[in-house]
DNA sequence: CTGTTAGCGCCTTCAT
DNA sequence: ATGAAGGCGCTAACAG
């Protein structure tokens, strides 16, 4: 492979020439210019990415640490990072966590040892004390994406869960829905937790009591179904909201398991969601996240973080809009008219 | 940030030492590496993976470049590089080629040029003249996943694709079907190239005419649905076989789009097909690719060839399976009975 | 407008 | 068993 130094002799110039010509540094003769860039294009030379970020300090480099769900408002998020950053002209580097604290951290350092300018944490465990602490005393400066702690010293990005869950609630209860099932999950996830006490909100919005909701909660998906078929034994739950893209799931096998089917005998409605809502039954009234929007405002709120690392850290919110569909517009139709103002 | 000078300082002993109880590279004293280990410990020091790539020339990355699908097979090809890449200690570099033959060569530069070991194209545009030229030079070591490419100077690892519709095939005749609707989408792409012309195998192998087939080419998948909508109008044609998963989507819009469903009156199968095929309807008959261990199986050459550069190419295809379903089993019960080794 | 030079942090002969 | 020193390829003062 050939090198500044090589290119130099050729065009019978120094080596800070060329590396001026290349980054457009400063000026220089049209004259020399020529050569060097003949030299440059006879040797095939091309920068190198490693020397050029050692001496430089700083990589051009930002780093993505997923959980690997293949969710598809996961891997939305991770597409619009993976846009803005390429846009930005940065390199993306990826790790996955796979929703383990322990795999997260390493995932980090790796990362950070390959010294990324910034990183991305999305669907971060990031309550654990280890991992704020590590990333205390690192300069590059970190993003939390999709879960948001409160009191963290980062910016965070999400969505706004509590108030579109509060919308889909009166939805609901507007069609008439008195009594919920709600698949809530792990409730230690902030936006889980969010979607739950929206749905809360709703239901008190309503005038309805919670005692009558029945609410599951924990982190076995295999037990949330079980839970859930035995509750839908009792028929005056009339709807089941499922908090995520796998409690949907679960709640849609636990809907089987129980003899009851959506939207003939309960509506369902859920967040997240599934890929091709029109090819499919049933049809599935959706809290959809703007997902790839969260990804490419993440990497512009590390850029800006990056260029001015002391201003106080910020959380964007991105509104989520409601996808109305036979789940839920198909049971009941004698309810009372849907508000036009819901998506 | 610490530097291995700071260590050294600390531990009183030179920065060689240092670095040889950081690898191990040579014997020392216990006592000595003790105070080494102790003044890591004390300074939080951790190695600068840019110089030590600089210094070694390698970097202990690798890259994958991918088109940006989401589909499900695809993931999972990129989730099992991403895996097996982990367990080797190997970083991932990820770049987007979306579909694009420009971005995929600027991705590909990208890659190069943060010096990875070797390369990963997955479900690449290689054919283009240009790529191979630019990859020819190239000391890191390339590996083609999923379109495999004839005479190409390249390790490469797919699926056997003509062989299992051709068994596909041979299942859905033995059904009775005489007349089908193949949507092959664009078949200057290998894998579908292999998946039509192991389709017509089937055909032939069932004494049917090639002729009394509808075979739908095209990389527009709108026009593809439109074509596909006006053929069903034919009521003799009584399966339909998506090449891949969108042209699966437009297959099943356009049989909504004719009036008719699957499977109560004409069959469906695909390729590489859906996630959660249990919780919604229709229940697709799908050939799945081993697409998880196409991942690690590439990584697993990649190693290979960068040990050892000039051993002579291979080719790999992993064996799909073929998940039976009502699409296809719930049409025409009276037919013959399913041979058990199908899958 | 161009050239010289000192490192960035690390690994690795070559000495001792 | 340990140290000294050169250099990977590049950028950014500093000189001229």
Chains 1, 2 share one sequence.
Do not use: C, W
Not at 6 to 18: E, G
């Amino acid at each position: 492979m050939a090198t500044m130094v090589d290119v130099a002799k050729i065009a019978n110039v120094s080596i800070s020439t060329v590396s001026h010509v290349l980054n457009g540094t400063r000026n220089v003769e049209p004259d020399t210019r020529r050569r060097v860039t003949d030299a440059i294009e006879k040797t095939g030379y091309r920068q190198d990415a490693l020397a050029r970020a050692m001496r430089r300090s700083r990589t051009d480099s930002i780093g993505l640490v997923v959980s690997d769900a293949g969710e598809p408002a996961f891997a939305e998020m991770a597409h619009g990072v993976e846009h803005a950053a390429a846009e930005q002209g940065l390199t993306l580097l990826l790790a996955n966590s796979a929703e383990d604290a322990d795999r997260e951290q390493r995932a980090v350092r790796t990362l950070l040892d390959r010294r990324v300018d910034g990183l991305i944490l999305a669907r971060s465990a990031a309550s654990t004390a280890g991992l704020v602490d590590s990333l205390a005393g690192e300069k590059a400066p970190v993003i939390l994406l999709d879960r948001l702690y409160a009191d963290l010293p980062f910016d965070q990005v999400g969505a706004d869960n509590r108030d579109t869950a509060r919308r889909l609630v009166a939805h609901l209860t507007a069609a008439g829905h008195r009594r919920s099932l709600i698949v809530a999950g792990d409730t230690r996830v902030p936006t889980l937790r969010e979607r739950l006490d929206g749905i809360l909100d709703g239901i008190r919005d309503a005038g309805l009591r919670e005692e009558d909701q029945v609410i599951l909660t924990g982190t076995d998906f295999g037990a949330l179904r079980t839970e859930a078929a035995s509750a839908l034994a009792d028929r005056d739950l009339t709807v089941v909201i499922g908090g995520s893209t796998p409690l949907a799931t679960a709640s849609l096998q636990a809907i089987a398991d129980a003899g009851r089917s959506t939207p003939r005998d309960v509506a369902f409605a859920t967040f997240d969601g599934y890929n091709h809502p029109d090819v499919f039954e049933p049809r599935i009234t959706t809290v959809r996240q703007p997902a790839f929007d969260m990804g490419t405002a993440a990497v512009r709120l590390l850029i800006e973080r990056i260029e001015s690392p002391d201003s106080s850290p910020r959380t964007v919110r991105l509104r989520q809009t409601i996808e109305l569909r036979d789940s839920t517009e198909h049971y009941r139709r004698d309810a009372e008219p849907v508000p036009a103002s819901l998506t």
